[in-house]
């Protein structure tokens, strides 16, 4: 797939914006990019970025689904809702989370969804390729090595704007991942493995050795220029996309409503947000 032709040495801004510590912020500072980009304030953004002990889950999906709560609980683990769809994903220290926001028209064929999965997993691969690493993409969004996946993505599509970001297993405690998140057997066994262990990498098992966040960010920042065939210059945050970040934060991504929304069904939510609220693992009020 090609590569819509961007000017002659477009140049995009490149991020490094983190509170480990504090994944609601990480994702509030997530959707205040992707609209400043949308809005043409800021050019298109490539963000490298961490959590600490979360589980992130899609727009869409139920808590009490996703999560094994008393694993959560036993372990700190904080959970945050993100504003894409796709499911839910364990973060710690050793994961490098990358995001793109795009303006439209992007130079995503079509302004797709699922091209731009393909392209960006494209960059990304280009990029574990200078590690000594070979993955592929496989559709709709994962870039697997040897059969097990590596990482994963999600996106939207908005009216000024296309949003890609995922999640690298870089070093990852795949023992706790495994404990806190609720796999279905099914979907195990429909990917031919019996447990999640099983069915995942990281790129310290890949390589064998231990590997620095920055080995891996220049890696990938590399694969992202050559794929689009652009100049990537490292930026902060405007002025005005801090702004909307913080009233993200304390509005949306803070929010009890937010985080253990949008489920009403499941016969495990009211006891789940009353759990997750009373430990302090799911925002605040």
């Known amino acids: 797939m090609s590569v819509r032709k961007t000017p002659a040495g477009e140049k995009w801004r490149l991020l490094e914006v983190e509170r ?3 994944p609601y912020y990480n994702l509030a500072i997530e959707e205040a990019v992707a609209r400043t980009v949308g809005e043409g304030i800021a050019p298109t953004t490539l963000r490298f970025w961490r959590n600490d002990n979360a589980i992130v889950i899609g727009a869409f999906q139920c808590v009490s689904l996703e999560i094994k709560l008393e694993e959560c609980v036993r372990y700190g683990v904080k959970v945050v809702r993100r504003f894409t769809g796709g499911g839910a994903v364990y973060h710690d220290i050793r994961n490098l989370n ?8 992007s130079p995503i064929p079509g302004d797709d969804v699922l091209n731009g999965y393909r392209l960006v997993g494209e960059a990304v691969i280009a990029g574990l390729e200078k ?18 996946k590596i990482s994963g993505m999600a996106g939207t599509l908005m009216k000024n704007f296309l949003f890609i970001h995922g999640c ?13 998140l609720n796999v279905p057997k099914e979907k195990l066994e429909a990917k031919g493995v019996g447990s999640v262990r099983a069915r995942v990498t990281t790129l310290r098992d890949e390589l064998n050795r231990e590997i620095t966040m920055d080995e891996v960010k220049t890696a990938l ?4 220029e050559e794929v689009f065939d652009v100049e990537l210059i490292p930026g902060e945050l405007t002025s005005w996309e801090e702004r909307i970040a913080e009233e993200l ?9 937010w985080n253990l929304g949008p489920c ?3 016969p495990d939510r009211d006891r789940d947000a009353l759990i997750l609220r009373r430990v302090g693992l799911a925002g605040g009020d």
């Not at 990358?98 to 028209?105: G, L, N």
């Not at 000594?132 to 697997?144: H, L, M, R, S, Y």
């Not at 920042?221 to 992202?224: D, E, K, P, S, Y």
């Open 20 to 22: 480990p510590e504090d």
């Open 98 to 105: 990358y995001a793109i926001s795009f303006r439209r028209p």
């Open 131 to 148: 590690l000594g690493v070979k993955a592929e993409f496989i559709p709709v969004n994962d870039i697997q090595v040897g059969g097990r």
């Open 249 to 257: 934060y304390r509005n949306k991504y803070m929010t009890i409503v």
């Open 168 to 180: 690298l297993l870089v070093g990852s405690n795949i023992e706790i991942l495994s404990r806190v």
């Open 264 to 266: 009403r069904g499941c």
């Open 221 to 224: 920042l590399r694969g992202f």
